[in-house]
C-alpha cells in the first residue's frame, strides 16, 4: 500500500533561518504530492503540490520538488518567519475507482521564534 | 463561499451516547472525506463518498457510519460513543485531487 514518512518534530528555529522538512514515500502508481499546512485551531490548507516527476510546486517562498529517483518531496523556505509556525504535512493522492484518496504523513510541527 | 464547514466545534460526550457530526460543503465538489486527527497519528481516513448516493469505507470505519445526504452534505454517526473515539474530526471535499477542509469538531468522550 502506499505510505508517507516525513520527519519528526518539533523543528524549532530561530526567524530568518532556513527550513527543510524531509518526506519520503512509497507508492504503486505515480501519485501526485502535496504538502498541506494546519495553523492552530484550523483545519487542513494546500500549501503546494507536484503532479509529476521533476516538477517543483512553490507558494509563499516554500519550495518542494517531486524526486522520483529518491521518492522524496521534501518542503525547504529559505528564511522563515514566526508565521510559519505550524503543523505541516507531506501527503500523496492516488486514484481509487471515481476518488482519489490521499495518505498523510504524521505531520511535522514548525515552531520560529523571534 | 464559506468552502467547507462543520457542526459542532466542540462536543463533550459521555460513553455509550450516540452523536451526529455535520459537514456541509458549497463548492459543487462530488467527494467527500471524514478524517480523524490523533496526536503523533497525522489524519486517518474513516469515511469517503465519492459521488452523491455512494459511500466507501476508509482506514479506520470501526464505530462510525456515514450518510451522504446530498451532493452538499455528509454527516458521521457515533453509535455508541467510546473514550477510543475522543479526537479531532475534519470533513474534506474534493473536485480533483486537491482536499479542501472544514474547520474540525473537537470530540471529548468521558
Known amino acids: 500500500g502506499n505510505s508517507v514518512t516525513q520527519m519528526e518534530g518539533p523543528v524549532t528555529l530561530s526567524e530568518e533561518a532556513f527550513l527543510t522538512i524531509n518526506c519520503t514515500y512509497t507508492?504503486?502508481?505515480?501519485?501526485?504530492l502535496f504538502w498541506y499546512v494546519q495553523y492552530p485551531g484550523e483545519g487542513l490548507q494546500l500549501l503546494l503540490k507536484?503532479?509529476?516527476?521533476?516538477d517543483k510546486g512553490s507558494n509563499k517562498g516554500f519550495e518542494a520538488t517531486y524526486r522520483k529517483e529518491t521518492t522524496s518531496f521534501h518542503l525547504e523556505k529559505g528564511s522563515v518567519q514566526v508565521s510559519d509556525s505550524a503543523v505541516y504535512f507531506c501527503a500523496l493522492s492516488d486514484r481509487t475507482g471515481g476518488s482519489y484518496i490521499p495518505t498523510f504523513g504524521r505531520g511535522t510541527s514548525l515552531i520560529v521564534h523571534p | 463561499n464559506a468552502g467547507v464547514t462543520q457542526t459542532p466545534k466542540f462536543q463533550v460526550l459521555k460513553t455509550g451516547q450516540s452523536m451526529t457530526l455535520q459537514c456541509a460543503q458549497d463548492?459543487?465538489?462530488?467527494?467527500m472525506y471524514w478524517y480523524r486527527q490523533d496526536p503523533g497519528m497525522g489524519l486517518r481516513l474513516i469515511y469517503y463518498s465519492a459521488s452523491e448516493g455512494t459511500t466507501d469505507k476508509g482506514e479506520v470505519p470501526n464505530g462510525y457510519n456515514v450518510s451522504r445526504l446530498n451532493k452538499r452534505e455528509f454527516s458521521l454517526r457515533l453509535e455508541s460513543a467510546a473514550p477510543s473515539q475522543t479526537s479531532v474530526y475534519f470533513c474534506?471535499?474534493?473536485?480533483?485531487?486537491?482536499?479542501?477542509f472544514g474547520p474540525g469538531t473537537r470530540l471529548l468522550v468521558l
Open positions: 507536484a503532479t509529476k516527476a521533476d
Open positions: 474534506a471535499s474534493s473536485a480533483g485531487e486537491t482536499q479542501y
Open positions: 463548492m459543487n465538489h462530488n467527494s
Open positions: 507508492a504503486t502508481g505515480y501519485p501526485s
